[in-house]
DNA sequence: ATGACGATGCACT
DNA sequence: GTGCATCGTCATG
């Protein structure tokens, strides 16, 4: 659990992610993120880079992934197995590098949540790529989005950095040796648990 | 036009 | 822990 900090101004967003991919998803763990009151506290997030195998950039742009090349500080929202929303936020020092947020610690909007999953568990309401958005109510109509705009409201946390834990990431077939998964270190609302905690 | 493949979630053992 | 439904997107012909 991290505290609330400042919400993010236009200036600053750009600031924060214009930096390299792996510092950015590493301090977007315990910010503070919500979509129309609806949100709660980063708690996993995965680092996806600019010659990453893994990454959806890989092999350059295309028409799904164009808001990957563009700036700092805006959302790439795109349809994965052709289900479920999946949330990133763009960020980098080179063009094409996101963060995907994975799961959150839900603390706003908690009915509204519950009724869009029609789940009571909160542990796994914001768990999981796909059931946050779905939770958040975000779906391809914010590709592109700046994120420092309504209905997005980012904050991020102020005082001491909360533990960060790291690991391999979840689902992909590349690249699998990068320990490029965060975590909020004991936090029972991640999707998958993190070895040594 | 068609086939292959997922940055998944959920039911089930 | 394992199995698999599901369909948007891309590569190929």
Same mark, same amino acid.
């Given at each position: 659990m991290a505290a609330q900090?400042?919400?993010?101004?236009?200036?600053?967003?750009?600031?924060?992610?214009?930096?390299? !991919? !792996? @510092?950015?998803?590493?301090?977007?763990?315990?910010?503070?993120?919500?979509?129309?009151?609806?949100? =709660?506290?980063?708690?996993?997030?995965?680092?996806?880079?600019h010659d990453d195998p893994a990454s959806h950039s890989y092999g350059g742009t295309n028409n799904r992934?164009?808001?990957?090349? =563009?700036?700092? =500080?805006?959302?790439?929202?795109?349809?994965?197995?052709?289900?479920?929303?999946?949330?990133?936020?763009?960020?980098?020092?080179?063009?094409?590098?996101?963060?995907?947020?994975?799961?959150? @610690?839900? !603390?706003?909007?908690?009915?509204?949540?519950r009724k869009r999953r029609g789940v009571e568990n909160d542990r796994r309401l914001c768990s999981g790529p796909g059931n946050l958005t779905k939770a958040l109510g975000i779906t391809g109509a914010l590709d592109g989005w700046p994120l420092d705009s309504a209905p997005f409201t980012l904050s991020l946390p102020e005082g001491p950095r909360p533990a960060v834990v790291a690991g391999p990431r979840i689902g992909i077939t590349r690249a699998m040796d990068l320990p490029w998964r965060y975590g909020l270190k004991g936090s029972r609302f991640v999707s998958r648990g993190f070895s040594g905690t």
């Open positions: 900090g400042r919400s993010l101004k236009s200036s600053a967003c750009e600031r924060f992610f214009a930096r390299d !991919t !792996t @510092e950015v998803a590493r301090d977007l763990i315990g910010a503070s993120f919500e979509v129309d009151g609806c949100g =709660g506290i980063i708690v996993e997030a995965e680092a996806y880079g992934n164009r808001s990957m090349f =563009g700036p700092p =500080g805006i959302a790439y929202v795109y349809r994965s197995y052709g289900v479920h929303w999946c949330l990133n936020f763009v960020c980098g020092v080179h063009r094409g590098c996101a963060v995907l947020i994975r799961a959150l @610690e839900p !603390t706003s909007g908690l009915a509204h949540m």
